[in-house]
């Protein structure tokens, strides 16, 4: 979203590699094009800004630390059980309290700041609702796996009406699948009841967001300002609530992968759905067209205008449309291989690791909505053909085989630093209450996976 770039080509691997700190964001050339900027809230999209926590005296990283170990052959939960917790009074409306702060400093800063200047604004707000929260009863450190909201706010769902998704059996799982419901604790079993109540949670908290939306919307009609500026409403990644036995993120599933994106103010059709597939990095380049700003040649993305009204298509007829397709990849922590989607309004094709050594899945979206049937040897000629167009796009393995490097470097830098600290500090990390029952069995894992690098090492010199 701030590079317009796809994540293989900033090196982006985990949420603790994110963009360099003087990289060109979209926000730096409006800057330097005129307009007044401001940043509020959540942003993690630089090196370091995600992932570090404090413990031990340390600044560690069990985010990153999990990702680096992907590959180790030990399966440990990385999250908390999903939980819920339930503010029992009926009035109380802010109950993410950090992001109402943010709003208000928003909200506060559009009324000072964007009706006293004359030149143009931007202004972003980042959110961290509805991310679950930190569980409680499993130390900060455990995972964010509760579900948190008050009365206020569950009320407003539908209890009726949220569906129970089905499970395919632990023993059907993809490999990958099976993994992260592992490392996210959510191979046990689980009553249709306290599922239910995780989905409920978390639709009551996506209403917490949408009314911090409303308050801003509300700031700009007041100020005057709602009819001359453009809105756009999006979030980083979904939320599995318990759709194929997992929560939280991590995944090519639709809930996971398949994000809001919403735009609304002058120029743009009011009430129109648009069905073709797009993407975040379609955000960097759309930035720059709203601002009549020249777009980069070297972008991942395409500006979203086009599709937006019969204006915009009007204007940019002759400029390159989006293609029938988008890439999505991710590199990171609770899944143990590096992971590629194409997806297109049909299809959906997801290849792991080199290609090979990991089966890769087809889902026909249209037809299987709930992605519950993977007919990638059903149908091999529709596989292949997608998997070419994919390496048209990606060199996967080539990518796979450079992420899984950079992970082995990483972790040794990272244990030669903590010296004679790093059993202590490894035992306690978000997977501690596996790793602490057998912990020379994980540690040998490592050793070996260590081992196995070195090895390879030695016989290419030789």
């Known amino acids: 979203m701030w590079s317009g770039l796809f994540t293989h080509l900033t090196e982006s691997w985990n949420n603790f590699k994110g963009l360099d700190p003087n990289y060109t964001t979209w926000m730096d050339i409006m800057e330097k ?9 959540k942003l993690d999209y630089t090196s370091g800004h995600h992932s570090i926590r404090v413990q031990l005296s340390s600044c560690l990283s069990s985010n990153r630390v999990e ?98 998704p089905e499970w ?22 689980f009553t249709e009841t306290e599922i239910k109540n995780i989905r409920a949670f978390y639709y009551a908290m996506c209403a917490e967001t949408d009314a911090m939306l409303g308050e801003i919307i509300l700031a700009l009609h007041q100020l005057g300002l709602l009819e ?9 990644h979904g939320e599995l609530a318990m759709e194929h036995r997992q929560f939280y993120k991590m995944s090519m599933y639709e809930a996971s992968a398949h994000v809001p994106l919403l735009i609304m103010g002058p120029g743009i059709q009011a009430n129109l759905q648009v069905s073709n597939v797009v993407s975040l990095v379609d955000i960097y380049p759309t930035m720059l067209d709203i601002a009549g700003i020249p777009l980069p040649q070297n972008l991942s993305g395409y500006s979203l205008l086009p599709l937006s009204s019969e204006i915009f298509k009007n204007e940019n007829k002759f400029k390159n449309l989006h293609p029938p397709w988008i890439l999505s990849e991710f590199h990171g922590c609770n899944v143990n291989a590096s992971t590629y989607m194409l997806r297109t309004n049909q299809w959906k094709y997801i290849a792991y690791s080199d290609g090979a050594s990991v089966l890769p899945q087809l889902f026909d979206v249209s037809s299987d909505p709930d992605e519950l049937t993977n007919i990638a040897t059903k149908f091999p000629e529709i596989a292949y053909s997608l998997d070419q167009k994919l ?38 990390l978000r997977w501690h209450q596996d790793w602490l029952k057998e912990p020379r069995k994980y540690e040998s894992a490592i050793d070996q996976w260590l081992k196995t690098n070195s090895n390879q090492k030695e016989n290419e010199q030789k």
């Open 168 to 189: 395919l059996p632990l023993s059907e799982m993809h490999p990958t699948d099976y993994y992260s419901s592992y490392t996210k604790n959510c191979t046990g079993k």
């Open 67 to 164: 990702a680096w170990t992907r590959d180790v052959a030990f399966l440990l939960r990385q999250e908390g059980r999903p939980m819920v917790n339930l503010i029992p009074k009926k009035t109380k409306v802010r109950v993410m309290e950090e992001d109402w702060k943010t709003t208000d400093r928003a909200v506060n800063w559009l009324r000072k700041a964007a009706t006293n200047h004359t030149q143009p604004f931007v202004l972003y707000l980042g959110l961290n609702l509805p991310h679950p929260y930190p569980s409680p009863s499993s130390g900060e450190n455990f995972g964010s796996s509760t579900f948190h909201t008050s009365r206020y706010w569950l009320k407003k769902v539908s209890y009726d009406a949220i569906r129970i």
């Open 228 to 236: 001359k500026t453009i809105v756009i409403y999006t979030s980083d």
């Open 391 to 428: 390496r048209s796009i990606i060199n996967y393995p080539e990518v796979s085989a450079s992420v899984h490097q950079y992970n082995k470097e990483q972790f040794i830098k990272w244990k030669q630093s903590l010296g004679q600290n790093y059993s202590n500090v490894i035992a306690n």
């Open 33 to 41: 094009h005129g307009y007044r900027t401001q940043k509020f809230g």
